[in-house]
């Protein structure tokens, strides 16, 4: 993106077009219809007559079932992406400084692995291990170490550690770019001046990689947030999240308004975290490109 | 790219004075204390896969842990399947239609971003991007609400449609990556040499971006074979992807057909990555 002075349009600029195309009729105009559709009283379609109305917006904060979805649907999105940073750094720490060539594709191929394995699937094999008659409480039980199976599935546990697994590795790649990035000379630097390996990696590395860190909470958060399949599949319809509520109004009871009200909460949780992220990387970053 | 392989080759010195001061026991326990945690969050990783297989070809039709025994009976199963074979082939249809039309759309954006004089690129740039940070499933309601809303039905072009929306973003970043990267003087060097537009872009730019056009098209194959959120809404009963039909499968039955059906995805997923490795090399892929 070079801001030379001489800004002329040349040919090339045309081939926006075609994806402008796309994202105008394919993302703006049914975001717009979303919108509209949650503050009117029925499809404007087959009623013919139809008015604005804000009763789907009251109805969400009237009741305190909704407020309480919308909240868990955030605290769990919240809790996984800590979970994730945590597991993800190590390994993208790991990933970013190995020198070994085949230690690195193998590593790549580790992450990579879960990540071509498909959502459902790795749901599949969540509920496996983490079911009354899992693998986690056969072995503690064979083992003695438990005499009733501990509730691992049906919980807000179960649900984190089966998004945790599916998201991470987005954190993992994320992280391994921008720590990729860092020269490793200024860790050793630091370490020739004293520093112990710890504190050189919490006074260096760490703040360097703030980009990163940001980057990949965010790009977890709103996976996790949009998850389906493994809130339903993991809490067991226990655990009510603003997509499986979304999904509920239009599949059981068709009320396509108050779901597009929901979808606007989510847009706008999303939109405030993305509008919060830019502020954060312009504070850490002075200017760096949302790449 | 040019992470941790130059910079190993720069500087074995300074990493000999870094061993020379600091030996000590302290350090050694660090050392490990750093492995033991990554090869657990290994494990944590890759565990569940082997399970997926371990229960593809356990006989029981119940899930059971020890395994009892091998036997191929689910993968009969998986294959003897119309409802399973008929959405593996929709799947690929539609992830192949995505990937054509995200790789072709996406790359000219990146090219028109990179080297259109656009005004305004960076937010052209965050809008293109935008679908990767917001919910899917809101792109899956929102064109769900909008096809009912003009009466289309639910087509196939439709969910291809949808699709592209949500895989475009890595083509965009890959070959914008791959864009910025490389020397703009290569082009300025045909075109002084005579070389028209025309010929400079398809002799020298094209084969340039290669590698990040090919890392975009296989990430967008890879998302649209597995996306769910978007498909959820956009499916029509009786012609459903794959992991919708997996998904309303396990509602109901817990049996060894799902993991047949994994191993296989997993098989399939594996075959692109060696493709990609093949053709661009995986490294291509840590900088996403």
Redesign the interface.
Same mark, same amino acid.
Not at chain 1, 6 to 16: E, H, K, P, Q, V
Not at chain 1, 94 to 99: G, H, Q, S, Y
Not at chain 1, 113 to 122: E, F, K, N, S
């Given at each position: 993106?070079s801001s030379t002075a001489?800004? !002329?349009?040349?040919?090339?600029?045309?081939?926006?077009l075609?994806?402008a195309l796309?994202?105008a009729?394919?993302?703006f105009?049914?975001?717009g219809?979303?919108a509209l559709?949650s503050v009117l009283t029925g499809?404007?379609?087959v009623m013919p007559k139809v008015a604005f109305t804000t009763r789907h917006y009251a109805r969400m904060i009237g009741d305190p079932y909704y407020l309480e979805v919308i909240w868990t649907t955030i605290r769990i999105g919240l809790v996984t992406t800590l979970v994730a940073l945590l597991?993800g750094y190590?390994?993208a720490h790991?990933?970013? !400084?190995?020198?070994s060539?085949a230690g690195?594709?193998l590593?790549?191929?580790?992450?990579?692995?879960?990540?071509?394995?498909? +959502?459902?699937? !790795?749901?599949?094999?969540?509920?496996?291990?983490l079911?009354d008659?899992?693998?986690v409480n056969?072995?503690l039980m064979s083992l003695g170490l438990i005499a009733q199976p501990l509730k691992l599935m049906y919980t807000e546990t179960g649900i984190v550690v089966g998004l945790v697994?599916i998201y991470?590795?987005f954190m993992v790649?994320?992280l391994?770019?921008v720590i990729? !990035?860092i020269?490793?000379?200024l860790e050793?630097a630091a370490?020739?001046l004293g520093a112990?390996?710890?504190r050189a990696f919490l006074e260096v590395t760490l703040p360097l990689s703030l980009p990163g860190i940001l980057a990949g909470s965010?790009?977890v958060f709103?996976?996790a +947030?949009?998850?389906?399949?493994t809130p339903i599949?993991l809490g067991g319809f226990q655990i009510m999240t603003l997509?499986i509520l979304?999904?509920q109004q239009?599949s059981a009871n068709f009320n396509?308004g108050f779901?597009?009200a929901l979808?606007i909460v989510?847009?706008a949780i999303?939109?405030m975290l993305?509008i919060a992220y830019n502020r954060a990387l312009g504070l850490v970053s002075g200017q760096r490109?949302?790449? | 790219m040019q992470t941790s392989a130059s910079h190993s080759a720069s500087l074995p010195a300074a990493q000999q004075a870094a061993s020379v001061h600091t030996p000590g026991p302290i350090r050694h326990y660090g050392r490990y204390l750093y492995l033991a945690i990554n090869i657990a969050i290994l494990v944590f990783l890759l565990a569940p896969i082997a399970i997926v297989v371990v229960f593809a070809l356990n006989p029981t039709p119940f899930i059971q842990f020890p395994p009892v025994g091998v036997s191929l009976r689910w993968f009969e199963k998986f294959f003897a399947s119309r409802d399973f074979m008929h959405a593996l082939g929709f799947s690929l249809e539609v992830a192949v239609l995505t990937t054509l039309s995200a790789t072709i759309l996406g790359a000219s954006a990146a090219l028109a971003l990179a080297r259109g004089n656009l005004p305004g690129t960076r937010l052209i740039v965050a809008t293109m991007l935008s679908p990767l940070m917001l919910p899917a499933i809101l792109t899956g309601l929102a064109l769900f609400q909008t096809y009912v809303l003009l009466d289309v039905g639910r087509p196939t072009w439709g969910l291809v449609a949808g699709h592209t929306l949500v895989t475009l973003p890595y083509v965009v970043r890959t070959t914008l990556a791959v864009l910025h990267n490389f020397d703009t003087r290569l082009e300025e060097a045909a075109r002084n040499l005579g070389a028209s537009p025309l010929r400079t872009f398809f002799e020298v730019t094209l084969p340039l971006i290669k590698p990040g056009v090919l890392a975009g098209a296989i990430f967008a194959f890879i998302v649209s074979f597995d996306q769910f959120p978007v498909s959820l809404f956009l499916v029509s009963p009786g012609n459903e992807t794959l992991p919708v039909t997996l998904f309303n499968y396990l509602k109901f039955d817990l049996d060894g057909t799902i993991g047949a059906a994994s191993v296989v995805s997993i098989v399939l997923a594996f075959i692109v990555v060696i493709g990609l490795d093949r053709t661009v090399g995986l490294r291509s892929y840590v900088k996403l």
């Open positions: 993106m001489t800004t !002329r349009l040349n040919g090339l600029a045309l081939f926006i075609p994806s796309l994202f009729l394919f993302f105009l049914p975001i219809l979303m559709m499809n404007p379609v597991i190590p390994l790991w990933m970013a !400084r190995i020198k060539r690195h594709a590593l790549l191929m580790a992450v990579l692995a879960p990540m071509l394995t498909g +959502i459902v699937v !790795r749901t599949f094999a969540w509920m496996t291990l079911s008659k899992g693998v056969q072995t697994h991470v590795p790649l994320t391994t770019g990729g !990035r020269d490793e000379r050793q370490e020739n112990s390996p710890l965010l790009l709103a996976l +947030i949009s998850a389906y399949v599949l997509p979304i999904y239009i396509v779901a597009a979808g989510l847009l999303s939109l993305v490109e949302l790449q | -």
